[in-house]
């Protein structure tokens, strides 16, 4: 059974720090391309990090360049995101998404709840 889940959440102040988790069972992970989505309320679903297999290489949402650190730990089956300085439009319900290059199987998480607020 596949399972993406997402931890990590939770309210922090303008200019804190939050480090997202997701950990994934039921696939093999290291074969699969991992990214962080975001949806904000009453917006449509956002691409906010992904990262390569390996972890060579990592693209980032201009919003979020230069505050977000997109990794993964593939003997543990983990993709983490550490959010720095953040605004309150980084509110949002964040998801992490699986899915295969090759082949376009394509899971999701079912979120947590990030809150910037003071």
């Known amino acids: 059974q596949v399972q993406l889940v997402e931890s990590g959440g939770g309210l922090v102040q303008p200019g804190g720090s939050l480090r997202l988790s997701c950990v994934a069972s039921g696939f093999t992970f290291s074969t699969y391309t991992m990214s962080w989505y975001r949806q904000a309320p009453g917006k449509e679903r956002e691409s906010v990090a992904g990262i390569t297999r390996r972890g060579g290489s990592t693209n980032y949402a201009d919003s979020v360049k230069g505050r977000f650190t997109m990794s993964r730990d593939n003997a543990k089956n983990t993709v983490y995101l550490q959010m720095n300085s953040l605004k309150p439009e980084d509110t949002a319900v964040y998801y992490c998404?699986?899915?295969?290059?090759?082949?376009?199987?394509?899971?999701w998480g079912k979120g947590t709840l990030v809150t910037v607020s003071s």
């Open positions: 998404n699986a899915e295969h290059p090759v082949f376009g199987m394509n899971y």
